[in-house]
């Protein structure tokens, strides 16, 4: 069956530590993006990328990293610079460009502080 | 800048009745409109999307979604509710552009059906 696999379900970060969350996906979609979710304020985009090798800042990339070497690879890394990591994090593929395509989602990392 | 407005954080509903989940926006250009839900602990599931033609939209699970032009507004619908379909609802809007496939995501809608 196709679709978005992410990995760890749970994941605990110590202070001063980097933490990297794995989303992989095998529905050949071209875009990815990756979204932090806290209670009650929806999904904010944080990395966003349209193909490989290339990525953006989306709202809230201040303390995150990506890197798209492969196209069905896109993992996010947490950095220490990151104060408040605690959060769901999800990520998502969609077919490519086109806006009126709907985005597939993972089933998230929850991500928590020791 | 595109918005997107749920004013709603929980509807409650009794199993059986119809549902309404609002969903207003605020675009340049025309809008596309989606409308995701969300398990616990789980991503969110495509549930229907307006690009353009008829207003009323079909989606999976027996929702629908009526378009809005003149009010903005994209509510989720569904004729008899289901305790099943008590999740987090979100609407999210995406506009054609050269920046290639952004949503932006409603707050959330918490559905409460009970029986």
């Known amino acids: 069956d196709g679709g978005i696999t992410q990995s760890p379900k749970y994941l605990f970060r110590k202070e001063g530590q980097n933490v990297t969350l794995s989303c992989e996906q095998n529905l050949n979609h071209d875009a990815m993006y990756w979204y932090r979710q806290d209670p009650g304020q929806g999904l904010r985009l944080i990395y966003y990328s349209q193909i490989v090798n290339d990525f953006q800042k989306g709202d809230i990339a201040e303390g995150y990293s990506v890197s798209r070497e492969k196209k069905e690879s896109f993992p996010l890394t947490v950095t220490s610079a990151q104060k408040n990591p605690t959060a769901f994090y999800l990520c998502a593929s969609s077919l490519g460009q086109l806006s009126n395509q709907p985005q597939h989602f993972g089933d998230g990392t929850r991500l928590s502080i020791l | 800048a595109q918005s997107v407005a749920q004013p709603e954080d929980q509807v409650n509903v009794a199993e059986g009745n119809p549902l309404t989940v609002k969903c207003t926006y605020s675009v340049s250009g025309n809008p596309y409109l989606f409308w995701y839900v969300q398990y616990p602990n789980r991503g969110l599931q495509f549930l229907l999307k307006?690009?353009?033609?008829?207003?009323l939209v079909k989606g999976s699970y027996g929702f629908e979604a009526e378009f809005n032009k003149s009010q903005t507004s994209f509510h989720l619908k569904k004729p008899s509710a289901l305790v099943s379909d008590s999740a987090l609802y979100f609407c999210a809007v995406s506009v054609h552009n050269n920046a290639g496939n952004m949503l932006t995501f409603g707050g959330g809608t918490r559905l409460m059906v009970k029986p």
């Open positions: 307006y690009i353009t033609g008829d207003n």
